[in-house]
T-cell receptor, first 115, second 116 residues
């Protein structure tokens, strides 16, 4: 069964430093997508970055990059040059191919950026 | 392009009542998914609709139902509300049209339901 694990309930990072949020997944489907979302206190889920299982290179979107290690089944999010506005909950999610049409979410990591 | 909209944003109901939440997807998106988010259970998938057909359903009781209209707008209904139904209900839209399409979902702001 597909599963997403985020082992860090909370993280602190100093402003302007980089931080890595961990995510491991489990699936037997060779076709899947991995996603990271940010949820500020307002509640809205904001899409950050996507990595497909067949992508050869790690995804990057501005200050966000995804460290994809397929053999280890990990998809860690790296935020470079942290900003105060990065303080939020971060969720890792996975969607399998084959017509499942649903996401499985991890339990999230609460990131606090310190001034 | 306008984002996903959800109405109402906040709702207070009492046990035993029913509630209907509405979601309008991004223009051109034909897939709408619903999620329930609670502090204890996290984000849980409720169901997904595409072209007015439910394609997948999560593990929720039959009190939770949904539908999608021809314009892709979707509603979810919860009947006989229980205290445990208090949650943030999130709607997400996507252009998913193929089984192997791995497009991202875009979420609305959510409806915060409180059951007293």
């Amino acid at each position: 069964a597909q599963k997403i694990t985020q082992t860090q309930p909370g993280m602190f990072v100093q402003e302007k430093e980089a931080v890595t949020l961990d995510c491991t997944y489990d699936t037997s489907d060779p076709s899947y997508g991995l996603f990271w979302y940010k949820q500020p206190s307002s509640g809205e889920m904001i899409f950050l970055i996507y990595q497909g299982s067949y992508d050869q290179q790690n995804a990057t979107e501005g200050r966000y990059s995804l460290n994809f290690q397929k053999a280890r089944k990990s998809a860690n999010l790296v935020i470079s040059a942290s900003q105060l506005g990065d303080s939020a909950m971060y969720f890792c999610a996975m969607r399998e191919g084959g017509g499942t049409y649903k996401y499985i979410f991890g339990t999230g990591t609460r990131l606090k950026v310190l001034a | 392009k306008a984002g996903v909209t959800q109405t109402p944003r906040y709702l207070i109901k009492t046990r035993g009542q029913q509630v209907t939440l509405s979601c309008s997807p991004i223009s051109g998106h034909r897939s709408v998914s619903w999620y329930q988010q609670t502090p204890g259970q996290g984000l849980q998938f409720l169901f997904e609709y595409f072209s007015e057909t439910q394609r997948n359903k999560g593990n929720f009781p039959g009190r939770f139902s949904g539908r999608q209209f021809s314009n892709s707008r979707s509603e979810m209904n919860v009947s006989t509300l229980e205290l445990g139904d208090s949650a943030l209900y999130l709607c997400a839209s996507s252009s998913w049209g193929r089984e192997d399409a791995l497009d991202e979902q875009f979420f609305g702001p959510g409806t915060r339901l409180t059951v007293l």
